[in-house]
């Protein structure tokens, strides 16, 4: 790697986690809790209730592993010549926004009207970070594994939260977009 790519690198992984600290920032500002009310921080939350999206981690993390793949894939498409980390400041971009985006009450709100996230609340801003590492993960995974193995990783990740929280990155998408009723009464006999 020539001086310019790898000084492009450097300065593309510093972009993104100044990007990450930035959507810390604003969630702040949108007046997020820094954690769970509840005033405990758990590593893993896997009960589906009132502490969802306010722990580290949580079923819904996979998604954000995915989101990571799939951004990986779009990098690769749209920056053909550009080295590592530019590719991940753009895709720590997106899903900063996202998570700014997840926390607005329009997005709130339809959470609760349109999926089974009854008592959404929104995310706690260590929810979010957590997220935003969550994707990088998956970001990362991405780039290091072979295609298939990525694509493999994907197909098990949605099919364990369907089986568990029946819900995943696939259902979420349809239920926010386009609800549909038989699939929200199916969610919610769980």
Partial sequence: MS????ARNRRGFLIAAVIAIVAGVLLYLMARPLICTCGRVELWHGALDS????HIADWYSLSHVIHGFLFYAAACLLMRRQPMG???ALAVAI????EILENSPIIIDRYRTATIA??????TI??????IGMMTIGFLFAARAPTAVTVLATMVMELAALYVIRDNLTLNILMLGWPI???KTWQSAL
Avoid at 51 to 54: A, D, R, T
Avoid at 95 to 98: A, I, L, N, T
Avoid at 118 to 123: M, W
Avoid at 126 to 131: A, G, H, P, V, Y
């Fill in 3 to 6: 001086r310019s790519k790898q």
């Fill in 51 to 54: 502490g969802n999206s306010q």
């Fill in 86 to 88: 530019p590719r991940l």
């Fill in 95 to 98: 899903e900063s926004v996202w």
């Fill in 118 to 123: 009854l008592g959404y609340r929104g995310d």
């Fill in 126 to 131: 260590l929810n979010s970070m957590s997220d």
């Fill in 181 to 183: 009723e038989a699939i």
